[in-house]
């Protein structure tokens, strides 16, 4: 009870090393158990990034030191603003080689709003381009950018080999262990305001969990008096009724392990159970006339696509649960704890709103692992009218591209409505800064790869709706289609390829109205892949000449969300991903 307290977040730009540092911090304290890290979702493990906010603790020289590790890609933007309302300070980890990346602007930038002081750990300091001063002096540029105070820029730095386990406070220092980022966090972190006898109950929700037993779990951080197993709480908010609940259980962190709690004290992050209709931002107390804690707003949503039943020809063959009912169920759960999506019921189809196309790719991505089997539209932006002028949401794009690129994204991105604000050239490399229509990046991303040859970096975080930009040029692109059912050749693929790109291989299973590929001239294309070579007794020269097939674009969710047409459907199973016709009959298609 008497035990000081620090909380801080770790903010980072996506794999500049914050989860390996947290894990590292662990296993020095003593605090990790066995492998345990922070990414455990599968998905998180595959891709190397953080998608969902999750808590540590570890302690340090008699002081706890709560640690919220958090997403550094924006479509998971609702997580990191609610995280930094729940602490006291950020740890703002950067790659020494790389500076201050995209997506360390986003996060920072809700930082320096709140007023946190950040402490800056540049870390891979042994990558053999890693230049401290020159990241140093971006940082600081940065923080002058984004509107920080005299005090917010006059930052600790802390120099780090995460990976190794290793920090030091100067250059000229030797590297032991950790301990330079602890000392550093215990001397800049201001202290939690601790428990007072008699002080009224304040606790604000900065998260949810979900368990099957125990059913909506809620992540609060107690900002004054205690709260007990057992104890009736009311839950308040801004015109809102007051809810009363009970806390069932009570858990807190020792490291990324729960353990259960029979009383927590003022300035700690605990786990509470039984409280079924809590929400992000609401105040828990004992008291009617206790003041409440600012409420915490969560950017609403701007992309919508639908989700329905799988009724292609092979629905069923893969997935457990292929019924609406079993879709919605599914989406009522996700709502439990994805307070970035919304949901709406029609019938038998969804309408599924989020912040970005990656935000639903990642729910589509766990359904389909957990085996359910369904189609989605096409994502579309969400457009709606505000004091009367029809409104879209507008992004910021930054771009990290060789300089010999330039040409050919700017050039995409003026006609798909941005604006260029801002080109730092640096190097070889050239940063480039756009603000335009969410809808202009719809379906960009797989055309930015091609055109920077791989080497480009993209990243955009939503910035408001503003007035609508009108029609936006995109590349037309059209669909190669399948007029049959049976199984792909590769006699008749191996014909097709020159007339674009394939999405699937010989020997694959294809139905009519199956998209099996893209036009290069951008005409739609029905065809037939399962067409073999016609058979003669005359044998004559040329008739045996090798087949040589271009390797296909395998469709994976995002890609696919990406290409697809508004006349299509992507049907999402647990072995398969496939693009299809709405209508699969080519007469209906014609027919409109």
């Known amino acids: 009870m008497s035990q000081e307290i620090r909380n801080i977040a770790i903010i980072a730009h996506v794999d500049h090393g914050k989860t390996t540092l947290t894990d590292g911090l662990m296993e020095f304290t003593g605090d990790r158990e066995g492998d345990a890290s922070m990414d455990n979702n599968a998905i998180e493990q595959e891709r190397g990034i953080t998608i969902y906010a999750k808590n540590t603790s570890v302690t340090y020289k008699d002081t706890k030191i709560n640690i919220v590790d958090t997403p550094g890609h924006a479509d998971f933007g609702s997580e990191v603003e609610r995280v930094l309302r729940s602490i006291d300070s950020v740890l703002l980890v950067v790659d020494a080689q790389e500076g201050p990346m995209p997506q360390t602007r986003f996060v920072l930038k809700k930082s320096l709003e709140l007023g946190l002081k950040p402490i800056v750990v540049l870390n891979k300091i042994d990558k053999p381009a890693a230049d401290t001063d020159r990241a140093e002096e971006q940082v600081l540029e940065l923080f002058l950018e984004l509107g920080a105070t005299d005090e917010q820029t006059d930052f600790p730095v802390v120099y780090a080999i995460g990976r190794d386990g290793l920090a030091k406070k100067d250059m000229a220092d030797d590297m032991k262990d950790l301990s330079p980022v602890l000392d550093t966090i215990l001397e800049h972190v201001p202290a939690a305001h601790g428990y007072v006898e008699g002080e009224e109950l304040r606790a604000q929700v900065f998260n949810l969990g979900y368990d099957n037993f125990l059913g909506r779990l809620a992540v609060a951080r107690i900002y004054n008096g205690k709260m007990s197993k057992g104890q009736q709480l009311l839950i308040r908010a801004e015109g809102e009724e007051t809810k009363k609940g009970k806390v069932v259980k009570m858990s807190g962190y020792k490291g990324v392990a729960q353990i259960e709690l029979d009383e927590a004290f003022a300035g700690d992050i605990v786990l509470i159970a039984g ?215 590769g006699f008749s693929l191996f014909g097709l390829q020159d007339r674009g790109e394939l999405y699937i291989g010989a020997s694959e299973e294809v139905y009519e109205g199956m998209v099996i590929g893209n036009t290069s001239k951008g005409e739609e294309m029905v065809v037939n892949p399962t067409k073999g070579k016609n058979l003669t007794n005359v044998r004559s020269s040329g008739t045996d000449d090798a087949i040589n097939l271009v390797p296909h674009k395998a469709l994976t969710i995002e890609l696919g969300l990406e290409i697809m047409l508004i006349d299509e459907y992507l049907e999402v199973c647990p072995q398969s991903i496939r693009l299809r016709k709405q209508k699969l009959k080519e007469g209906e298609r014609k027919k409109g």
């Open 275 to 489: 409280l079924e209709d809590i929400n992000i931002g609401e105040t828990l107390t004992t008291s009617e006339d206790a003041e409440l804690l600012p409420a915490i707003a969560v950017d609403e949503p701007t992309v919508a696509m639908k989700f329905l039943v799988n009724s292609s020809p092979f629905a069923g063959r893969e997935g457990k649960y292929v019924t609406s009912r079993q879709i919605g169920d599914r989406l009522q759960k996700e709502l439990e704890i994805n307070v970035g999506l919304q949901v709406e019921s029609n019938g038998d189809t969804f309408d599924v709103k989020g912040r970005g196309e990656m935000h639903i790719a990642v729910l589509l991505e766990n359904m389909r692992r957990e085996g359910y089997e369904l189609s989605v539209s096409q994502p579309e932006v969400i457009v709606k009218e505000i004091d009367g002028v029809k409104s879209e949401p507008f992004e910021e794009a930054t771009i990290d591209v060789p300089a010999e690129f330039q040409g050919a994204v700017i050039e995409r991105l003026s006609n798909r409505g941005f604006i260029m604000q801002n080109m730092i050239p640096h190097e070889n490399q050239v940063r480039l800064l756009f603000e335009g229509p969410t809808r202009g990046l719809l379906g960009y991303k797989n055309q930015f790869v091609v055109d920077t040859k791989g080497e480009g970096i993209l990243a955009s975080r939503f910035l408001e709706f503003r007035p609508y930009a009108g029609e936006i040029k995109k590349r037309k692109t059209a669909s190669m289609t399948s007029m049959v059912t049976g199984k792909a050749l």
